[in-house]
């Protein structure tokens, strides 16, 4: 165990958390899109930029959920670190990111990224849930309320 159960928890809440924050701005920014508030320049340009942020803490979560021997967790966090792996470095060759300007209103790309954001978004808001679930768990396994000893009475606070 490197860190922790109530911390690596914290950390996952936080994490997922922040990263749910992310997709939230992505679905405003590509709805802007769709109703012409933004030009496909600028949208681009602001998804690209946090693309790799996104990446890099999906990753630390799905590592530090392995090296703490959370195997059935590590193994639920895989296929999406998977998928955002072969998403990051399968970008086509002349393309400015994975939000290309020239092609999103190409062939329904719009609605692509629209829904994929909407799965990434309901994956998280569970992992949160998941996460949330563990972190109560893991604070109430140390029982910090003492309930095994009827003799301590507690008369000050």
Known sequence: MILAETLLFSLSLIDSGAILFLLIYFIITLSDLECDYLNAQECCEKLNYWLLPKYIAH???????????????????LPMFIWLSFEYFSIPQGNLGAYDPAEIHNRGQLKKHLRDVMIYIGYYLLFFFIYLYCFILAILKGDPIQRGSEDLIVTEI
Request: proline letters at 0%.
């Open 59 to 77: 990753s630390f979560l799905t590592f530090i959920l392995i090296l703490n021997g959370q195997v059935i967790l590590f193994l639920l966090n």
